[in-house]
């Protein structure tokens, strides 16, 4: 028994050690710097609270935290409400399933910036010209050029690549649910719409908690996809706090403003993700 410990001691610390070295130390150092005013370079003095004092004046913030919380809202409710409308289709009998599968979890492991820059492609030379062919004028427009509707792109492009790996997950609760059950509810001459809100979707809704909380907390932490599509613009209209706190941390010279920004920002996280955590888990035990 002290050999295995042993050997499990010696496979454990280095992942520790890595795992400290890479991800906690630098969020130390950040929370750190937060009470800094250090600019990334050079000198740096104690400044107290002032910098999360000003993250709550800041106007700016304020404006990429509004649209960080409304892309990341309606992206996680669309994702949600298409994923499982492709695994009820994929878990279905249809032929060629399994090529299927594969085919709709592709999206999932291409690079964001190289499918960023294909929708970009799309927006701003595809879609209006496809739109000026069919005489539709008032959809010969670059969305991503405007400010009202560039984040409706940028949703579009974001919920296009998550629906694949929350497809998986829906259809890996989809397998855990007994066909017998769906038998005798046919026999009690259920229609489908109430086999589906009485046996599917109680059934996975452990699977649905983890795809919600995930979903949001992959979105409200949006960055490749904006940087490969608007790039924040048009002026701050598409900047996320990801976009803000790199932009005024590595390339305006606000490191320590900019760390406590994401400390803050942190906190919005980790707060949203225990709260829908505990209201959904109270669900399933109701259902």
């Known amino acids: 028994m002290k050999t295995k410990q042993r050997v499990y001691l010696l496979m454990t610390i280095p992942a520790v050690l890595l795992f400290f070295l890479f991800h906690t130390f630098p969020l130390l150092q950040g929370v750190f710097y937060s009470f800094t005013n250090w600019r990334g370079y050079g000198d740096w003095d104690f400044v107290g609270i002032s910098n999360y004092i000003n993250v709550f004046q800041d106007r700016r913030a304020w404006s990429a935290y509004g649209f960080t919380f409304q892309f990341a809202i309606v992206s996680t409710l669309l994702v949600n409400v298409f994923s499982l409308v492709v695994a009820l289709g994929l878990n279905a009998n249809v032929k060629f399933k399994k090529t299927l599968r594969a085919l709709y979890f592709l999206p999932n492991i291409l690079s964001i910036l190289i499918v960023g820059f294909i929708f970009q492609f799309i927006f701003t030379l595809f879609l209006p010209q496809l739109a000026e062919i069919l005489g539709l004028n ?22 296009w690549q998550a629906v694949a790996f929350n497809t998986i997950l829906y259809l890996a609760g989809l397998q855990t649910i007994p066909g017998d059950i769906y038998e005798a509810a046919a026999i009690d001459g259920a229609k489908p719409w109430r086999r589906f809100w009485s046996i599917t979707f109680p059934m996975i809704a452990p699977f649905f908690t983890i795809n919600m909380v995930l979903a949001l907390k992959n979105f409200l932490m949006v960055f490749d996809h904006i940087i490969a599509l608007t790039g924040g613009g048009p002026g701050y209209a598409t900047e996320s706090i990801s976009v803000l706190i790199y932009r005024g941390g590595f390339e305006g010279g606000q490191f320590g403003y900019q760390s406590a920004n994401a400390v803050v920002y942190f906190i919005v996280i980790v707060a949203l993700s225990i709260f829908q955590l505990r209201v959904l888990q109270k669900r399933e035990v109701q259902q």
């Open 138 to 159: 008032a959809l010969a427009v670059n969305i991503l050029g405007s400010p009202d509707y560039a984040w409706l792109g940028i949703v579009i492009m974001a919920v």
